[in-house]
């Protein structure tokens, strides 16, 4: 037997001798394990491509994690310190987040002024390859780990928007910046009684950022407050209690955690006295809003504390912890399942499923039921990130924003929108970029908003127009007319 296939099957028979077992069971598993090394020893030794014990070790946990359910993972001892040197700003970044949609690795958020922002990269923007690439079948993980480099290193990012088959290409330079887990955005006043803030992740200083944000807010004349969980992907499920405690009274129930060990079978509840506990709330939603986030929600309706707008949520309930490994990997592996105050899973069924038809199937099943649904927006044509990188966008939304009045009726007239922006737009398109762009009413609606946005910054300054960004957005004004007072 191979020296390192003989010292992987030590190290796990020594790891069962620590924790007994049942003769039988210690026998059978003994007997899989041989199994196991001597395929390992003949690959070694016979396989065409010569590889070594750690690549075999880490493609067999993968596969097998990856056949026990859709989020457990390993990560490697190289791969886990590339990823500490992202979290920890020692290595540039693009500025995008991702997760794994419908089989396609999708991106969720981009941040400001990133190098992923200037180059026209847009949530549910496809990856599909990274310079010579394919990321087809890659983790998570590993795409995001392809998304960081030095600073000033070249990539380039094949993109798929819309139905469109080939890649929009874009040339991508990385940045050098710390990564800073920013927990709280966009905070403002949408109407003299209604305050608004956007909840980006569940990290350590979230529920103090949401406390000072809601403080602030009050202190202009907030008497109610939206809070925005549109592509939040969770985070850590304790700062999701804590969040809850805000609003709730001491010792509500916000989640209960379900596993096969005993430790993992707990109740979640809120410790503390709540800072707001009579406030009007509603909270916002999406496809993208998941686990901890949907913790969140789920407890702050059941609780009959929150109204939910927006659309289903994604449907992860199952938690991770993370086993450091003696090679130096880590093993991210599930654990528990999250289930709601009044007892509903939050997981959708991903047992005996394939990984397609397990992303394919998000928002169905599980999850969170918003009380009001709206409809989403439709997705933006193909051309568009041609026209956003080349500038045509930006030269009308300049232009248009230049030639307007002081009156600020061209930023509140929707009438005069298509006229205005997106006719010249779609005519320069045609002509600079060879095509026929032609759209359906719902995203010239949804392009005119777009660079209505864009315009307002030019005209009244970034503060400002974010502000009357917000304003326009339909989910922010269903929820606007979603208020009712808590119980």
Avoid: C
């Avoid at 928002?363 to 990188?389: C, H, K, M, R, Y």
């Avoid at 930006?394 to 006719?423: C, I, K, N, Y």
């Avoid at 995203?443 to 005209?459: S, W």
Wanted: net charge negative.
């Amino acid at each position: 037997m191979n020296a390192h296939a003989r010292w992987f099957v030590a190290g796990i028979v020594l790891t069962l001798a620590a924790h007994p077992q049942p003769l039988f069971s210690q026998r059978s598993t003994f007997r899989e394990l041989q199994t196991f090394s001597e395929a390992v020893n003949l690959l070694l030794r016979n396989h065409l491509v010569e590889t070594g014990i750690d690549e075999i070790v880490a493609a067999a946990l993968a596969g097998a994690l990856e056949s026990m359910d859709p989020h457990s993972y390993y990560v490697s001892a190289a791969e886990w310190t590339r990823m500490q040197s992202s979290e920890n700003g020692e290595t540039g970044t693009l500025g995008i987040s991702i997760l794994n949609v419908d089989d396609m690795i999708t991106v969720l958020a981009v941040s400001p002024s990133s190098s992923a922002d200037r180059n026209g990269v847009r949530p549910g923007d496809r990856i599909v390859r990274i310079d010579s690439s394919p990321v087809a079948g890659m983790a998570e993980f590993e795409v995001a780990l392809l998304l960081t480099g030095e600073d000033g290193t070249d990539v380039t990012l094949g993109i798929e928007r819309g139905s469109r088959l080939q890649p929009l290409p874009f040339e991508l330079e990385m940045e050098f910046a710390p990564f800073v887990q920013e927990a709280v955005r966009g905070v403002t006043m949408v109407d003299d009684s209604t305050g608004y803030l956007q909840l980006l992740r569940f990290v350590h200083r979230s529920t103090d950022d949401v406390r000072e944000a809601i403080d602030d807010l009050k202190g202009d004349g907030a008497e109610r407050i939206i809070i925005d969980l549109r592509h939040n992907p969770g985070g850590e499920l304790h700062v999701a209690v804590e969040v809850a405690s805000l609003f709730l009274p001491e010792s509500s129930l916000v989640m209960e955690t379900r596993g096969r060990k005993r430790d993992i079978n707990q109740e979640k509840r809120t410790e503390t006295r709540p800072r707001f506990p009579r406030i009007p709330l509603v909270l916002i939603t999406d496809i993208s809003s998941a686990s901890a986030s949907e913790a969140l929600a789920a407890g702050l309706q059941e609780n009959g504390r929150a109204r939910i707008v927006g659309t289903p949520t994604f449907g992860k309930g199952l938690m991770q912890l993370s086993f450091h490994l003696g090679n130096g990997g880590v093993l991210f592996m599930t654990v528990g399942e999250m289930f709601t105050p009044n007892g509903n899973r939050i997981q959708r069924e991903f047992r005996n499923r394939s990984m397609a038809d397990y992303l394919d199937d998000a928002g169905e099943g599980g999850g969170v039921t918003p009380d009001v649904f709206v409809e989403q927006p439709p997705e933006i044509p193909p051309w568009w990130s041609v026209a956003l990188s080349s500038g045509i966008v930006f030269a009308v939304a300049d232009s248009v924003a230049v030639a307007a009045g002081d009156d600020g009726r061209v930023w509140q007239d929707r009438s005069l929108w298509e006229d205005m922006f997106v006719m010249p737009l779609l005519d320069r398109v045609n002509r600079e970029l060879d095509i026929t762009a032609q759209v359906d009413a719902a995203t010239r609606n949804h392009i005119a908003e777009i660079m209505v946005g864009l315009g307002m910054r030019v005209k009244l300054g970034r503060e400002r127009a974010g502000k009357m960004v917000i304003e326009l957005d339909p989910f922010i004004e269903a929820a606007i007319h979603s208020f009712v007072s808590p119980n």
